[in-house]
């Protein structure tokens, strides 16, 4: 059974730092997409960040280019988010998703509807 699970959440001040790890397991985690996404309370879940592990470029949302970065270690099926200069407006549960396909991934790299596994989440709470 697929499985994703995140931590490394927590809370910090603006202008931080924090690292968010993805573990995975009980699928082919060597060729499939892995994003990250977040929902505020009372909005949306976005997709802020994804890559296919298979190799390809990181794709990134406006909000988070530059700030964040997602990387991949494929002895450990782990995925991270190393998130820096945080802010205020960052502050929201934060997920990680698989998914099967290369074309989904490299289309539609942070749309819901590329993952089919989700974690839990893990939250990211910002003050000022």
């Known amino acids: 059974q697929a499985q994703v699970q995140e931590s490394g959440g927590g809370s910090v001040q603006a202008g931080g730092s924090l690292r968010l790890s993805c573990a995975a397991s009980?699928?082919?985690?060597?060729?499939?997409?892995m994003g990250w996404f977040r929902q505020a309370s009372g909005k949306e879940r976005e997709g802020i960040a994804a890559?296919?592990?298979?190799?390809?470029?990181?794709e990134y949302a406006d909000s988070v280019k530059g700030r964040f970065s997602i990387s991949q270690d494929n002895a450990k099926n782990t995925v991270y988010l190393q998130m820096i200069s945080l802010k205020p407006e960052d502050t929201a549960m934060y997920y990680c998703?698989?998914?099967?396909?290369?074309?989904?991934?490299?289309?539609?790299?942070?749309?819901?509807?590329?993952?089919?596994?989700w974690g839990q989440g893990t939250q990211v709470t910002v003050s000022v």
């Open positions: 998703a698989a998914g099967p396909g290369e074309y989904g991934c490299r289309s539609f790299p942070l749309r819901k509807e590329t993952y089919i596994t």
């Open positions: 009980g699928y082919a985690y060597s060729s499939h997409c």
């Open positions: 890559i296919y592990t298979a190799g390809g470029r990181a």
